[in-house]
Structures are given as structure tokens and as C-alpha cells.
């Protein structure tokens, strides 16, 4: 990990409420998942290229929904205001000012609609997106979706792995359910049938998918996809992009690493959308074998939560600043250019040798 954000991660663990920490650090089950999406990265190693490269980088990656001035956005996660009493206003703020997307989930601590304005506040283009899982009742759905559009979102992102809740230990052991007195999801309020949670069904189909689709013209984003027959089947139902993701090893802990899943998603998907990748990103490096197996972009998610416990929109900012840096001087180190120099051939796996039929 860098070294930056495990000082980060250090600081959180410190200021954090004990109950919370766990939370954000947690995963389903016996955390198998959640330790082999770091293992994963270490498993793996880039080829350098020699005598190809170029004085500056450019970093910049044209997404549907919005264009990030690095390869890396903040994947969503729930209940910023746990971290820092600013949550979601904070995040949302360092995303804008580091040139990235921030995915705003349906259980953030700050409406959609102040989270938009606080990313615009720091510029006008910022885009920022707004992650829901697709509810059983449709009209709920459809509000959600409202909603995210009226507050100016980009791109909305369909989160698909959790027919059910994942099962998180940790939090079981602590008997952590509910947010503190005086934080809500704050999305979640005023909804269709007097709707409160966020429910999650083994009932949401296709069809939910495609009658949401119908609702809005904005990108549509499908995250939580590793089997390649799924990407397939998201493309064919006029998804803008897939996320391969388990949950940052939170909902099925039989899971594969997500950066195992991964070249055979690209693979599936043949080019037809772009594929994000999150899941146990913990430096420049890993976003670098992250793109040269296919991805177009990864997500963060825990390293944001521990920039925001430490230090706020500026602990943030230092997460954002730490992977653009590192990334950038990896491709420096791997002769490339821009994030397109980086492909599948520079990738070995460790222990397993180099094949002379490279490239
Ligand atoms: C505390 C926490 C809350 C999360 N909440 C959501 C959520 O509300 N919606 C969602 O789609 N993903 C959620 N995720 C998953 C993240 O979007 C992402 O897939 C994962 O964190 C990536 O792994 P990483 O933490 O190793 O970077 C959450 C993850 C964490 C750690
Ligand atoms: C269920 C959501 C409220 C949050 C989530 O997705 C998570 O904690 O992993």
C-alpha cells in the first residue's frame, strides 16, 4: 500500500469511533474477499517498455458522464457524515477539485442536491454521479432517479450484488444497525408509500433495469458485474459502462478478487463500453495494472473514507493527489505516455516467469 494512505488509514483508525472504523474497514463473512482484492494487486507485475516515454502525462480519461483528469474515481459508499460532520459535502468538494467524478450513493449523510452544489462550488463542470440500488418498488426508483437528474447528476450508477445484504461481522459483533441520532440518508426522505430504507430484493430483474433505463436519458452504469455472461448481457441491455466490483469484498465473500474478475469482463465486453474496476486500489501501481488489464478507470472507496475521518475535503484531497502522483510515475516507469500505453502484455503474474510470445 502507499505508504501516504496507510498513514491515512492510521490517523482515521485513531480519530474514528471504534464501532464506525469497522464499519468502513469491514467486510462479509470471514473478510476472505476483502483481503484478497489487496493480495490480488501483489500477485502481479508490470513489464516496463523502454525508451518510448514522454517528459509530462497526460492523464485524462473521457468517460460517459463526465471527463476525470486522472484514471481514478471515488466509488460510493455510504454515510460520510460517520467520518467527517461535512461527509458527503467534503468528498464531493476534493473530487471536483482534483478533477475527478465523485459516485454519490443513495445512502449518503447529504442530500443529492447539496452534494452536486458542493462540487460545483468548487467547479462549474464538475460531474457528479449518483449511485441507487434499483428498490422492488418502482415508483421509489423512479424518484430516486428524479431526484439525482434535478440535482444536475451526469451519470446515474445501478449497483446489482446485493440481492440481499451482505452479512458484515464486525458490525454484528459492535451491534451497529442504525446511524446516530441526528444523521439520516438523507436521500431516502419523503419517497413514494412513505418509503424510509433502502431495500434490498432477489426480485430485481432485467426488466427492473430496463424499465429504469426507460425513465432517464442519462448514462447508465452497471456496478457490482464479475461474471463475463453478465457484461454481456448489461451491454446488450444498453448499459453506458460496467463496474467490476464485489462490494470491496462486503457482499459474497466466495467472490473472486476483483482484478482477477476483470480481463475476462474486458474480454466479454470487447470494447463495446468502458469497464471500471474497484476494489482493494491502494496506489498508483494498482491503478496502473488496473488499466493495463482492460479498465478504463478505477474506484476508490475505503482510502476516501480514511482521507475524510483524517483530515476532511483535504484528507481527500491528499488520497486523490497520492494515486494521481504515483500512477503518473508509473507509466513514467512503464515508457507510457498516456493510460492507452499501458496494455495487457505489460502484465505478468509473479512467480510464473515472462512469455517470450509478450506482445
Ligand atoms: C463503508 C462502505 C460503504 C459502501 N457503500 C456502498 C454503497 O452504498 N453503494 C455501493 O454501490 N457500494 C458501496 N460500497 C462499495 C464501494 O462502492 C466499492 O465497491 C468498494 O469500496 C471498493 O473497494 P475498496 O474499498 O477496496 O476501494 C461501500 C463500501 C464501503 C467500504
Ligand atoms: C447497504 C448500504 C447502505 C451501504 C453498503 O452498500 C455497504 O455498507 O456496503
Known amino acids: 500500500m502507499n505508504t501516504g494512505l496507510a498513514e491515512l488509514r492510521e490517523k482515521a483508525r485513531a480519530v474514528l469511533d471504534p464501532v464506525h472504523y469497522d464499519y468502513y474497514a469491514g467486510g462479509v463473512g470471514d473478510e476472505v474477499v476483502l483481503g484478497e482484492n489487496e493480495a490480488a494487486f501483489r500477485r502481479l507485475a508490470l513489464l516496463p517498455r523502454v525508451l518510448r516515454g514522454r517528459?509530462?502525462?497526460?492523464?485524462?480519461?473521457?468517460?460517459?458522464?463526465?471527463?476525470?483528469?486522472?484514471?481514478?474515481?471515488?466509488?460510493?459508499t455510504a454515510?460520510?457524515?460517520?467520518?467527517?460532520?461535512?461527509?458527503?459535502?467534503?468528498?464531493?468538494?476534493?473530487?471536483?477539485?482534483?478533477?475527478?467524478?465523485?459516485?454519490?450513493?443513495?445512502?449518503?449523510?447529504?442530500?443529492?442536491?447539496?452534494?452536486?452544489?458542493?462540487?460545483?462550488?468548487?467547479?462549474?463542470?464538475?460531474?457528479?454521479?449518483?449511485?441507487?440500488?434499483?428498490?422492488?418498488?418502482?415508483?421509489?426508483t423512479a424518484c430516486l432517479v428524479e431526484r439525482a437528474e434535478r440535482a444536475g447528476c451526469t451519470a446515474l450508477v445501478v449497483t446489482v450484488d446485493s440481492p440481499v445484504f451482505g452479512r458484515h461481522r464486525r458490525d454484528a459483533e459492535h451491534g451497529f444497525h442504525d446511524l446516530p441520532a441526528g444523521l439520516a440518508t438523507e436521500n431516502m426522505r419523503d419517497l413514494p408509500g412513505g418509503v424510509r430504507d433502502i431495500v434490498m430484493s432477489p426480485e430485481v430483474s432485467w426488466d427492473h433495469l430496463d424499465r429504469l433505463?426507460?425513465?432517464?436519458?442519462?448514462?447508465?452504469?452497471?456496478?457490482?458485474?464479475?461474471?463475463?455472461?453478465?457484461?454481456?448481457?448489461?451491454?446488450?441491455?444498453?448499459?453506458?459502462?460496467?463496474?467490476?466490483?464485489?462490494?470491496?469484498?462486503?457482499?459474497?465473500?466466495?467472490?473472486?478478487?476483483?482484478?482477477?474478475?476483470?480481463?475476462?469482463?474486458?474480454?466479454?465486453?470487447?470494447?463495446?463500453?468502458?469497464?471500471?474496476?474497484?476494489?482493494?486500489?491502494?496506489?498508483?501501481?494498482?491503478?496502473a495494472v488496473a488499466l493495463a488489464l482492460g479498465a478504463a478507470?478505477?474506484?476508490?472507496?475505503?482510502?476516501?473514507?480514511?482521507?475524510?475521518?483524517?483530515?476532511?475535503?483535504?484528507?481527500?484531497?491528499?488520497?486523490?493527489?497520492?494515486?494521481?502522483?504515483?500512477?503518473?510515475?508509473?507509466?513514467?516507469?512503464?515508457?507510457?505516455?498516456?493510460?492507452?500505453?499501458?496494455t495487457r502484455d505489460l502484465v505478468v503474474t509473479r512467480g510464473r516467469g515472462v512469455s517470450a510470445r509478450c506482445g
Not at 55 to 76: K, N
Not at 97 to 102: E, K
Not at 245 to 264: C, F, I, M
Not at 308 to 317: I, R, S
Open 55 to 76: 517528459a509530462t502525462r497526460d492523464l485524462t480519461v473521457d468517460l460517459p458522464g463526465g471527463r476525470l483528469r486522472l484514471p481514478v474515481l471515488v466509488a460510493p
Open 213 to 287: 433505463r426507460e425513465t432517464t436519458s442519462l448514462p447508465l452504469w452497471l456496478k457490482g458485474v464479475l461474471h463475463p455472461r453478465d457484461a454481456v448481457l448489461a451491454v446488450e441491455h444498453g448499459v453506458a459502462g460496467v463496474v467490476v466490483s464485489n462490494h470491496g469484498g462486503r457482499q459474497s465473500d466466495l467472490a473472486p478478487a476483483a482484478v482477477e474478475a476483470l480481463p475476462a469482463v474486458v474480454d466479454a465486453v470487447a470494447g463495446r463500453v468502458p469497464v471500471v474496476l474497484d476494489g482493494g486500489v491502494r496506489g498508483g501501481g494498482d491503478v
Open 297 to 342: 478507470a478505477v474506484g476508490v472507496g475505503r482510502p476516501v473514507l480514511w482521507g475524510l475521518a483524517a483530515d476532511g475535503a483535504a484528507g481527500v484531497g491528499r488520497v486523490l493527489d497520492l494515486l494521481r502522483d504515483e500512477f503518473d510515475h508509473v507509466l513514467a516507469l512503464c515508457g507510457g505516455r498516456d493510460p492507452a500505453d499501458l
Open 79 to 140: 454515510f460520510h457524515r460517520l467520518a467527517h460532520p461535512e461527509g458527503e459535502v467534503a468528498t464531493a468538494r476534493a473530487a471536483a477539485a482534483a478533477g475527478t467524478v465523485l459516485v454519490s450513493g443513495v445512502a449518503s449523510t447529504v442530500a443529492i442536491g447539496d452534494v452536486v452544489a458542493a462540487a460545483r462550488s468548487v467547479d462549474a463542470t464538475a460531474s457528479v454521479w449518483f449511485q441507487l440500488y434499483p428498490q422492488p418498488d418502482e415508483a421509489v
